[in-house]
C-alpha cells in the first residue's frame, strides 16, 4: 500500500492526492462496517482516481490496453473515463488482475448493474469522502455510514437525477445499477 500512497502522491496534483486519502479513510470505515476486504477496499481507493488528471488521450490509451471499447454513451462523457484507464494502468504498472479489485475502481464513478460490496464500498466512499462539500453530503454520508443498499439507492437516484438535469446521456452501467 505505501507503493500505492507514493505513487499516488507523485502521479496526482495536491488537492487531488488529498482527495484520495480522503477516500482512503472512507473506504476502510465502509469496508469495516459493511464485511469488504479492507486490503482490497485501500488499493482501489489509492488507484481510483489515478489517471484523473491526465489528457484525454492518455486515458483512451490506458483504456484500450485494458480492451474496453467506449460505447456512444461514454464517448460523450470523458469524465468517466478515469475509471476506465485505470484498469489499464493497474493490470500494466502493478500487475494488479484481481477482477473484484478492477471493478471496483472501473465502476467508480458510473456505477454498474449486479455490484459487489467493493464496488458499493468505492462507490460510496468516493461520493461521501472528508474533502466532498455538496449539498445534502451530510445526510449521505450519514446514510452510507448507516445502510449500504440504501445509500447506493440514493446515490443512483441523485446521479440520474444530475444527468437528466444536465441534458447528459446515461449510460447502460449507471442505468443498470439504478434499476
Known amino acids: 500500500l505505501k507503493a ?3 505513487f499516488a502522491k507523485k502521479t496526482l496534483s ?14 476502510d470505515k465502509l469496508a469495516q462496517l459493511y ?8 488499493v482501489a481507493a ?20 485494458f480492451g474496453i471499447i467506449l460505447d456512444s454513451v461514454q464517448k460523450t462523457q470523458p469524465k468517466t473515463w478515469h475509471g ?14 484481481d477482477e473484484e479489485l ?38 449521505m454520508r450519514a446514510l452510507a455510514e448507516t445502510a449500504l443498499k440504501p445509500a447506493m ?5 441523485f446521479a440520474i437525477n444530475d444527468l437528466v438535469e444536465r441534458g447528459m446521456g446515461i449510460s447502460k452501467d449507471t442505468f443498470e445499477a439504478y434499476n
Request: hydrophobic share 35%.
Open 4 to 6: 500505492l500512497d507514493n
Open 14 to 27: 495536491a488537492k487531488r492526492y488529498r482527495h484520495t486519502t480522503c477516500v482512503v479513510e472512507q473506504a
Open 35 to 42: 464485511g469488504a476486504d479492507r486490503k482490497k477496499a485501500a
Open 46 to 65: 489509492w488507484m481510483h482516481d489515478i489517471c484523473k488528471e491526465m489528457s484525454r488521450d492518455q486515458q483512451l490509451q490506458w483504456i484500450g490496453k
Open 84 to 97: 476506465m484507464a485505470a484498469c489499464g494502468l493497474m493490470r500494466e504498472q502493478f500487475g494488479i488482475t
Open 102 to 139: 478492477l471493478n471496483a475502481v472501473r465502476y467508480h464513478t458510473t456505477a454498474c448493474g449486479h455490484m459487489s460490496k467493493l464496488d458499493e464500498v468505492i462507490y460510496l466512499a468516493d461520493l461521501t469522502s472528508a474533502d466532498r462539500d455538496y449539498p445534502d453530503i451530510l445526510s
Open 153 to 157: 439507492k440514493e446515490a443512483m437516484r
